[in-house]
């Protein structure tokens, strides 16, 4: 551990507007900090492959009712399989996204987006969060960084980073065998290829102490299910902090600061 705090909270890319929880993690390591000094860091877990993540729920501001709106994609093959850092965004998605988005938030927010250009789905995401301000002063690291990967722990259960089809696919190593989990009892194995630390990311189950084993934080902000699978005795010395309690938690946060 270094002298000082080191306040850790870790998140997949969760919509081109970031989802509240994410909000709500942010203000609890802010708070930790304002009372403890200390950096901030924010694990930025974009080799995470589901596209689900980056749902952005806004609600229509005349009904009020919520809409569902996500990236489109170059492919099939990349909006299944692909890391989220691997997935390139298709040409025009951002034009379309700009005229629905009036319905949703006002002028300065649809112009944040406007100004906003990237060439994958998690460089896009981490691009609008830090035009919204959330992550002044917040040191991020991500997972798919190959200098990161280098240096982290080496971990029993993980996934690997593997070219198939023309992509980059994020496939499970199990029992040996490299698999795409098509859904259900489904799996797609893939020939064998060689891979070293720079292309392993962790699971759910390891993240923990993959990333801990990186940041060496003091203190780790958790979400609202995070404790279920954590493994706090894979991070001895640790502080688990249970984040803010916020509105609407799955919904996106579509606000500028003050």
Same mark, same amino acid.
């Given at each position: 551990?270094?002298?000082?705090?080191?306040?850790? /909270?870790?998140?997949? =890319?969760?919509?081109?507007?970031?989802?509240? @929880?994410?909000?709500?993690?942010?203000?609890?390591?802010?708070?930790?900090?304002?009372?403890?000094?200390?950096?901030?860091? /924010?694990?930025?877990?974009?080799?995470? $492959?589901?596209?689900?993540?980056?749902?952005?729920?806004?609600? $229509?501001?005349?009904?009020?009712?919520?809409?569902?709106?996500?990236?489109?994609?170059?492919?099939?093959?990349?909006?299944?399989?692909?890391?989220?850092?691997?997935?390139? +965004?298709?040409?025009?998605?951002?034009?379309?996204?700009?005229?629905?988005?009036?319905?949703?938030?006002?002028?300065?927010?649809?112009?944040?987006?406007?100004?906003?250009?990237?060439?994958?789905?998690?460089?896009?995401?981490?691009?609008?969060?830090?035009?919204?301000?959330?992550?002044? #002063?917040?040191?991020?690291?991500?997972?798919?960084?190959?200098?990161?990967?280098?240096?982290?722990?080496?971990?029993?259960?993980?996934?690997?980073?593997?070219?198939? #089809?023309?992509?980059?696919?994020?496939?499970?190593?199990?029992?040996?065998?490299?698999?795409?989990?098509? #859904?259900?009892?489904? @799996?797609?194995?893939?020939?064998?290829? *060689? /891979?070293?630390?720079?292309?392993?990311?962790?699971?759910?189950?390891?993240?923990?102490?993959?990333?801990?084993?990186?940041?060496?934080?003091?203190?780790?902000?958790?979400? #609202?299910?995070? $404790?279920?699978?954590?493994?706090?005795?894979?991070?001895?010395?640790?502080?688990?902090?249970?984040?803010?309690? +916020?509105?609407?938690?799955?919904?996106?946060? *579509?606000?500028? =600061?003050?």
């Amino acid at each position: 551990m270094s002298g000082e705090p080191v306040i850790a /909270f870790g998140q997949q =890319p969760c919509g081109f507007f970031p989802r509240r @929880f994410l909000v709500a993690k942010i203000w609890t390591a802010r708070r930790l900090q304002a009372q403890l000094g200390g950096r901030i860091v /924010f694990f930025y877990h974009d080799s995470d $492959h589901d596209p689900r993540e980056t749902r952005t729920i806004l609600r $229509h501001r005349a009904t009020g009712e919520p809409a569902k709106l996500n990236f489109a994609v170059a492919n099939k093959l990349q909006r299944k399989f692909s890391p989220l850092y691997a997935k390139r +965004i298709a040409p025009g998605w951002a034009a379309r996204t700009l005229l629905q988005l009036p319905n949703y938030v006002d002028g300065p927010l649809i112009e944040v987006f406007r100004q906003t250009s990237a060439e994958t789905v998690s460089a896009f995401c981490l691009a609008m969060y830090r035009r919204l301000g959330l992550l002044d #002063g917040i040191e991020v690291v991500c997972s798919s960084d190959p200098a990161l990967r280098r240096r982290a722990c080496a971990v029993g259960d993980f996934f690997v980073d593997v070219p198939y #089809g023309g992509e980059v696919v994020r496939a499970r190593l199990r029992d040996g065998a490299l698999e795409l989990h098509e #859904g259900g009892q489904s @799996f797609v194995t893939l020939p064998a290829a *060689a /891979f070293g630390k720079e292309h392993i990311s962790p699971t759910r189950d390891t993240r923990l102490r993959w990333m801990q084993s990186i940041i060496r934080c003091t203190h780790y902000v958790t979400g #609202g299910s995070e $404790h279920v699978y954590l493994h706090p005795e894979e991070a001895p010395g640790v502080t688990f902090v249970r984040r803010d309690e +916020i509105t609407r938690s799955d919904e996106a946060y *579509a606000e500028l =600061p003050a």
